[in-house]
């Protein structure tokens, strides 16, 4: 099973929780404001390897946190890393 550690309840089973997104790097070279918040939102690449998540504790705290994570293995990782 997947755990995920949440920074406020602990380590918790994946049920719990709601993925947020990767965030995402938008290019400075796109100058057109609405082309941007379209990359921004809907233009993201499927990363293989380490990503910056967001993800909401929904059965939890109800609270957002940003984590690591390695999506050839679905293994959290610590931030300070």
């Given at each position: 099973m997947l755990w995920?550690?949440?920074?406020?309840?602990?380590?918790?089973?994946?049920?719990?929780?709601?993925?947020?997104s990767v965030f995402p790097v938008t290019p400075d070279a796109i100058t057109?404001?609405?082309?941007?918040?379209v990359d921004y939102a809907w233009m993201q690449d499927n990363i293989q390897g380490v990503t910056l998540e967001r993800w909401f504790h929904?059965?939890?705290?109800?609270?957002?946190?940003?984590?690591?994570r390695d999506t050839t293995t679905d293994q959290f990782l610590p931030l300070d890393d």
């Open positions: 995920i550690e949440c920074p406020n309840c602990g380590s918790r089973p994946f049920e719990e929780f709601r993925y947020g057109d404001l609405d082309a941007r918040n929904e059965s939890g705290c109800r609270r957002w946190f940003t984590t690591k």
